[in-house]
């Protein structure tokens, strides 16, 4: 790879200048393994490292670097040489002479900044470039198609700066020592790009001179060079301002070499992502995607009782089935479940499983025989369809409830996404904007008539004719009926093409905080309650008359409410959230850099059955680790 670079830099700068004088140094540390880095980054015997511009600590997770400034601007910072492909309105640029003595002043750094922090407490301290090989990914694999395509990018960073190389390497890998044959990039033309990147971190050649680096004055100057600074008219301006920047040098034949006037972690992540994008583009057939997912897992509240219904039992997955797929992974006990042999806290129970919050306790029936567990909230509890229940605190009430999650999850992938465009977010839990409040009613007493009018009716004629698949006409379960989930209730309560007209419009005419009556209701019900679930409700008397928060037995009740915003005044404008719903539960798949490739369905090795569509989008996440940076953490 090095060769690579050096062969491009003399054939592109050697007019301009001396090639001795842009020579990649050729002894440096080079770091073959992740993990050698971060030992790298600080003192032998200490915890902390200093200098002008990075203080790196040793914390619990393993070593917190502050570089002096968080940029989060790109403003005037990106400088492109004039030469080659065409520089992008958008971009500074910048002559190539003025490139080449960057690159010089670049490989020339200070003493001081070269100091590798682990011998710097050491009698014999050790100046040296630190340098490292990634190969990210720039093209998924498509089985049956064509393998997976990597780009190869060699980092050359001054020893004081060998944290920007552990970050670096915890995102994207290490693909190991570059002068070994098994890992030369030349050598494995079925995965690679064909292209070769490289970045030189250098934040010392910020405020060198423009006339020194060769740059025009005004009046030879071209409109562009005056549009963009690339020009002086007193003999002491400095170039950029004096400001941090990164400038690039690039070429069709697809090496490309950058050089960071900054140490800001940043830019050395957005600067790999340019290299992939770069490589994807002269590629083609593959895209690198400004993007963001997440697998999400939808969660449900379901109160104090649970258990499978008729409908999910009769498809027919059953605990034997279950624990032959899992085999020796799972532990068999003496009342008829199971506990995972590596994680104690999964339990496996049979699928006739109830769950009572009330009694803390989760039975079932073994061959006629009752079996029981005590209900704990450190276990999770598996049914064989893969349907997790959890014994859970309320975040903003005194109780606790039962919570299900669904063992299938769907892919969210945002696409395109323009910084602060939500692709982070995409993968973070909606619960940080809920909020918890009381259960408002407007007038209670004719409120509460509403409500017993809604549990008193008949819901035998909803459906339209002919009936659902598998929906027989009998007798409707009421409401309040133990045999009625909560999440049943609120199906029979929100309009649906399956129901009637007359039964949707009537739904229609239920005010929203009717509703929301009913469901906390079902939520609380108890069956020795029988018809007599009012007397246990109530509200305050305020100076003299009846009050708008709702109580049961006395406790004011909780509801959860989204924020969605504010108003023109400033306030939040809150929604109230169904009873049964919770945050989905939700795996991060990417991160703002994901490799993708579009092709025909029928080029596709054994295209999944639900897809209809002629073309299809494959993605992979190019980044090892996913990284997100704390606000806070300082």
Excluded at 135 to 159: I, Q, S
Excluded at 269 to 283: D, P
Excluded at 344 to 357: C, K, L
Excluded at 440 to 449: A, C, I, S
Aim: overall charge negative.
């Amino acid at each position: 790879a090095d060769e690579r670079i050096q062969s491009f830099l003399n054939d592109t700068l050697g007019s301009v200048i001396e090639t001795d004088k842009i020579a990649l140094p050729t002894r440096t540390l080079v770091l073959d393994r992740h993990g050698i880095a971060r030992e790298l980054s600080l003192p032998l015997e200490s915890d902390s490292f200093t200098n002008d511009i990075l203080s790196s600590y040793r914390v619990k997770q393993g070593v917190l670097h502050n570089p002096k400034a968080d940029r989060r601007t790109t403003a005037g910072v990106f400088h492109v040489a004039d030469i080659g492909l065409p520089v992008p309105g958008d971009k500074l640029a910048t002559p190539i002479v003025a490139y080449a003595r960057l690159l010089a002043a670049a490989l020339k750094p200070p003493s001081e900044l070269m100091r590798l922090p682990f011998t710097s407490a050491s009698k014999s301290p050790v100046d040296i470039w630190c340098t490292l090989l990634l190969r990210p990914l720039v093209a998924p694999e498509v089985p049956g198609f064509r393998p997976e395509k990597r780009t190869e990018v060699r980092f050359y960073a001054p020893g004081g700066l060998v944290c920007n190389l552990d970050f670096v390497e915890s995102i994207f890998g290490n693909a190991g020592d570059p002068f070994l044959p098994e890992n030369d990039a030349g050598l494995d033309i079925e995965h690679w790009t064909g292209h070769t990147g490289c970045v030189i971190l250098a934040p010392h050649i910020v405020g060198l001179n423009k006339k020194a680096l060769g740059l025009p004055h005004v009046s030879e100057a071209t409109e562009r060079q005056k549009i963009d600074g690339m020009c002086w008219e007193k003999e002491d301006e400095v170039y950029n301002e004096g400001r941090p920047f990164k400038i690039t040098c690039r070429s069709r034949q697809g090496v490309m070499v950058t050089i960071l006037a900054d140490n800001y972690f940043g830019y050395c992540k957005k600067e790999l992502k340019t290299q992939i994008s770069f490589s994807a583009n002269l590629s083609g057939l593959a895209e690198e995607e400004h993007a963001g997912g997440a697998l999400a897992f939808p969660c449900f509240h379901h109160g104090d009782e649970f258990q499978l219904d008729e409908k999910v039992l009769s498809q027919g997955y059953t605990f034997d089935q279950a624990m032959k797929l899992i085999g020796e992974e799972a532990q068999m006990q003496p009342e008829g479940h199971a506990v995972d042999r590596r994680d104690n806290s999964i339990v496996y129970v049979p699928e006739n499983t109830h769950f009572d919050a009330r009694a803390q306790t989760v039975t079932w029936t073994t061959d006629g025989q009752p079996k029981s567990i005590q209900l704990l909230p450190d276990k999770v509890y598996v049914l064989p369809i893969g349907y997790k229940i959890r014994y859970a605190r309320h975040p903003g009430a005194p109780s606790w409830r039962l919570e299900g999650t669904r063992a299938e999850g769907t892919v969210c992938h945002k696409p395109c996404t323009v910084s602060g465009g939500g692709k982070s977010e995409i993968s973070k839990s909606i619960g940080d904007a809920i909020v918890y409040g009381p259960i408002y009613v407007n007038d209670f007493k004719h409120d509460l008539e509403q409500v017993e009018a809604i549990f008193a009716k008949d819901y035998s004629e909803r459906f339209r004719a002919p009936l659902p698949p598998g929906v027989e006409k009998t007798p409707s379960r009421p409401p309040l009926s133990m045999a009625r989930s909560l999440g049943s209730v609120i199906k029979l309560l929100t309009p649906s093409a399956e129901f009637t007209d007359e039964y949707n419009r009537w739904l229609e005419q239920i005010p929203n905080h009717i509703r929301a009556i009913v469901f906390i209701i079902k939520r609380f019900y108890k069956p020795e309650w029988g018809d007599n679930w009012l007397a246990h409700f109530s509200v305050d008397e305020v100076n003299g008359q009846p009050g708008h928060e709702l109580k049961l037995d006395g406790r004011k009740l909780m509801g959860s409410y989204l924020r969605m915003g504010f108003s023109p005044e400033g306030n939040w404008r809150l929604y109230k959230l169904r009873q049964d719903f919770l945050p989905a539960a939700k795996v991060q798949f990417e991160d703002d850099i994901t490799a993708s490739i579009t092709m025909p369905t029928d080029q596709v090795a054994s295209p999944e059955p639900f897809i209809t569509q002629p073309s299809v989008k494959l993605l992979e996440n190019c980044e090892f680790r996913l990284f997100q940076r704390p606000d806070d953490a300082i």
